[in-house]
């Protein structure tokens, strides 16, 4: 089953089961509501051969049919609770974002998502026809030409299927998917809500997403390859650059300053640097997310929080 509804919208009831999977891990995280807030009680990691997934900019199906069911049950073996359904969370790169502006939207399915085709294929370097793509309506920016902003979410439809059809074998049902990023904006809804913009950044060595929410809605989301860590000294300039044309078009749309302060989520050996980064860009201050910034108790095998905090925001759509 595809997402009905993009994160942070209008969420609907999920279990507290979530899958994260990428091409190198297939993990699984329970996140129970409790107290007011959430216990996080088991966390689950399986490594996957590199050569499972086919590559390309969208990720790319299994290669060989049926090849993730081994690593699924090696998975569940070592899961304490029957699972039954669950949320998936995806890679942005493999579930990516795209803003249009549109001037009518229709009512009408097969009409509405025709438009949003035709819009999505004059963004985007790949073939519309191949894609799932679901949307949400968003605030228009203030110096927008078009009556409406869609925000619109679109991945490989064979990738996706095939996924789905692993876990259904497995009698487990995926209702929601979503890609880190937005999964992220749910995990950390509390430390944004006050701002009237606020900033987060979630990093790797090979990528970082970046994700700026006005009135508590994404106006804007830059997901970007990097050179990885054997090019580490190129990193810096081609990030600075980046997050400077970034701090320019916001400027720009929406006519304000930059965040009061920005959130970064990113294995602990970067975060020195990712703080020096965003700090100069945007010249604002810039804050690791911690334990303190997320509603949740309970530390499974120290699991660190970079793996933890887009889980959990999927989790915690269950409470809206």
């Not at 997934?53 to 069911?69: I, K, N």
């Not at 991945?155 to 209702?175: C, H, K, N, P, T």
């Not at 606020?198 to 997901?223: C, D, I, M, T, W």
Request: glycine fraction near 8%; aromatic fraction near 8%.
């Amino acid at each position: 089953m595809w997402i009905k509804r993009l994160l942070g919208f209008d969420p609907v009831p999920v279990p507290p089961h979530v899958f994260g999977l990428d091409g190198g891990r297939l993990r699984y995280g329970c996140f129970a509501a409790a107290n007011g807030g959430f216990e996080f009680r088991e966390y689950q990691v399986v490594e996957l051969d590199g050569g499972l997934f086919g590559g390309g900019p969208l990720g790319g199906g299994l290669r060989e049919p049926g090849s993730l069911r081994e690593p699924l049950e090696a998975l569940m073996a070592r899961v304490s609770a029957p699972v039954t359904a669950a949320s998936l969370v995806l890679p942005d790169s493999w579930l990516r974002l795209a803003f249009t502006e549109i001037a009518e939207l229709p009512r009408a399915p097969a009409a509405r998502d025709e438009v949003l085709r035709w819009k999505l294929h004059k963004l985007v370097p790949f073939r519309v026809e191949e894609l799932r793509l679901t949307a949400a309506e968003v605030a228009p920016l203030p110096r927008q030409q078009e009556s409406h902003r869609m925000l619109l979410g679109f991945a490989l439809d064979q990738l996706l299927s095939q996924v789905e059809a692993a876990f259904r074998e497995r009698r487990i049902r995926l209702g929601q998917i979503a890609n880190e990023s937005l999964s992220l904006m749910a995990g950390l809804q509390d430390a944004c809500r006050a701002a009237e913009l606020a900033a987060l950044v979630l990093a790797s060595p090979e990528r970082y997403g970046l994700l700026f929410l006005h009135r508590g809605e994404p106006v804007l989301h830059r997901s970007k390859a990097l050179p990885g860590a054997e090019a580490e000294a190129a990193t810096g300039p081609l990030v600075l650059r980046d997050l400077k044309l970034t701090r320019a078009y916001l400027a720009d749309q929406l006519g304000e300053p930059p965040p009061p302060r920005i959130l970064v989520v990113c294995p602990p050996e970067w975060e020195a640097a990712w703080v020096e980064w965003l700090a100069e860009a945007f010249e604002v201050p810039v804050y690791p997310v911690g334990r303190e910034h997320l509603p949740l108790t309970g530390e499974p095998a120290a699991v660190p929080l970079h793996e933890v905090a887009p889980l959990f925001g999927a989790a915690r759509q269950e409470v809206a």
